[in-house]
């Protein structure tokens, strides 16, 4: 279960000293021995640009060492809550949704991206690591594909997950060989390093995406058979 959070919640919890707004569900969750990931949906200034991030348009999370700063006290809060909680290894911590320096003109990363978004999760799970090794990490890939970070993250023994987000809307995909580029993606993923999430996908392809149940079906079978075969067990 991906709980998500932005930087008003976590002031608000550092503010009053209270619980997550959803504490029921959480517990729930934790009683039917789920894993919960508590993800860092919205980072100070904006990473992508877009409405999920908290705020449409801004992208001044980028390098800007001062919403760098405000980021890892939000990392260093989080953690502090998980290491609270009466089972923390039942959490997964995620870094950033998301993250897009050009916003929606470019669903992908570039060599500066990349350089700062290392930064970023350096200087993040050091501060966690000095804490516990036992939380796992999780790092977003920003839609590039977790093989673009292999050679950065490829022999890590830091405990970290890779969370990727598979659409097919914003590609130019056709409705008729969306299902075929699902089980192709997974298939590409199997063989990461690091584990590997899939933490977002759909069923709306850009081109001919019509009410076409039966297309919408396959579509949908597809992927969950992609997904469950080839990283399911990751």
């Known amino acids: ?20 707004p959803h504490v029921s569900n959480r517990e729930l969750c934790c009683q039917k021995g789920m894993h919960i990931i508590v993800d860092l949906h919205g980072l100070p200034g904006g990473q992508n640009g877009l409405d999920d991030q908290g705020k449409t348009g801004d992208l001044n999370w980028w390098n800007n060492s001062t919403n760098m700063d405000y980021s890892l006290k939000l990392v260093d809060l989080a953690t502090s809550w998980i290491l609270k909680q009466p089972n923390p290894e039942q959490y997964t911590l995620g870094l950033i949704n ?13 060599p500066e991206s990349i350089a700062y978004l290392n930064k970023y999760y350096t200087a993040a799970l050091s501060l966690i690591r000095k804490r516990t ?7 977003a890939d920003g839609f590039a594909g977790p093989q ?34 699902a089980c192709y993606l997974a298939k590409s993923y199997q063989n990461a390093t690091n584990p590997v999430f899939i933490g977002e996908w759909s069923i709306q392809a850009s081109k001919y995406n019509s009410g076409d149940v039966a297309m919408r079906s396959l579509f949908y079978n597809s992927q969950l058979a992609a997904y469950m075969k080839f990283l399911a067990w990751r």
């Open 98 to 110: 998301e993250p897009l320096m050009t916003g929606y003109l470019f669903f992908g990363q570039t």
């Open 1 to 20: 279960v991906r709980f998500l959070s932005n930087i008003k919640l976590w002031n608000s919890i550092h503010r009053s000293k209270s619980a997550l």
């Open 148 to 181: 673009v970070w292999e050679p950065f993250w490829g022999n890590s023994n830091q405990n970290i997950v890779f969370n990727t987000h598979i659409y097919f809307f914003s590609q130019g995909t056709h409705a008729y060989d969306a299902p075929y580029d």
């Open 133 to 139: 090794k036992k939380v796992p990490v999780m790092l």
